[in-house]
């Protein structure tokens, strides 16, 4: 993944992070509990997912358990990004390509029986991005930028990524200070676990030709939880979200259970969402 060129003033960066805070009501007991995530059986997940099509996936009906889309999948493992970190603890690929199955066949996606042929190829893979100490990112602004925009770009795209590199070079309004656009900027401000899936169209890319469709792109925040705790709850719960195009970053946040993928209930932070976009 490559950054923005553009070099971006170090006090922006610092404004951007301090709007993270800034003061702005909430809906009622979002995330709050009075149990850290390292110590809770039932830790909080503050999630992303966005999903962008192309003007050719535009052109391809959705799928659905009347008409059901079938696809062959390639896990291309785990990837660290960002900072080196050493002793995540990651979901083992099985578990995490059965969980991931399981939310495809809720929006009509399956495995392309033997003898039938597939229409998708879904290229995915998962890991973490971790931020800069501020320390060392004070040294380093240029590589903390970077990262910042890396983790932004997971968080929303490049529609998203774009949005921020504007508010670093003009500025902010109050249309900024919303609880959703704080829900993300925290986001992309501290380390995440993410999970990409990629939707090519299968003749195309067994031809030798990528002709992309759809991508959907998780994040989870880390806070106190491990990515084999966190992954599959994330994964479950962008299900509705696979191969619908989402005009911006959907903000969510539930409770799952550790050791489990037992979710509690969904929450969104939509002051500018509809709820209807999200499935309870």
């Not at 999903?51 to 799928?63: C, Q």
């Not at 469709?213 to 709850?233: E, I």
Request: glycine residues 8%; proline residues 8%; neutral net charge.
């Amino acid at each position: 993944m490559k950054a923005s060129a553009c070099l971006l003033p170090t006090a922006a960066l610092g404004s951007l992070l301090t709007l993270a805070g800034a003061a702005e009501p909430v809906p009622e007991d979002f995330g709050f509990s009075l149990i850290p995530n390292a110590f809770s059986r039932n830790p909080s997940l503050s999630m992303t997912v966005y999903t962008e099509l192309t003007e050719l996936g535009r052109k391809v009906p959705p799928a659905s358990a009347a008409a059901p889309v079938y696809f062959v999948a390639v896990d291309r493992g785990l990837q660290s990004q960002g900072e080196p970190i050493s002793g995540v603890i990651s979901p083992t690929p099985a578990v995490l390509q059965d969980t991931l199955f399981q939310a495809l066949a809720e929006g009509g996606y399956q495995p392309a029986p033997e003898g039938r042929p597939a229409g998708l190829a879904l290229i995915y893979y998962w890991g973490s991005h971790q931020s800069m100490d501020p320390d060392l990112g004070a040294l380093f602004p240029e590589r903390n930028r970077q990262y910042f925009m890396e983790r932004a770009y997971l968080v929303g795209g490049r529609a998203f990524r774009h949005e921020i590199m504007n508010q670093f070079n003009y500025g902010y309004t109050f249309a900024d200070r919303t609880p959703r656009k704080n829900f993300l900027i925290n986001q992309v401000s501290d380390d995440i676990y993410f999970v990409i899936v990629s939707a090519y169209d299968y003749a195309a890319l067994a031809a030798g030709e990528r002709r992309l469709l759809w991508r959907t792109m998780m994040t989870v925040a880390t806070n106190g939880v491990s990515m084999k705790d966190s992954l599959p709850p994330l994964v479950l719960t962008a299900g509705p979200y696979f191969g619908r195009e989402t005009a911006e970053p959907v903000a969510l946040h539930r409770r799952a259970r550790r050791g489990t993928v037992t979710l509690g209930p969904l929450k969104i932070v939509a002051d500018d969402i509809p709820h209807s976009s999200v499935r309870k």
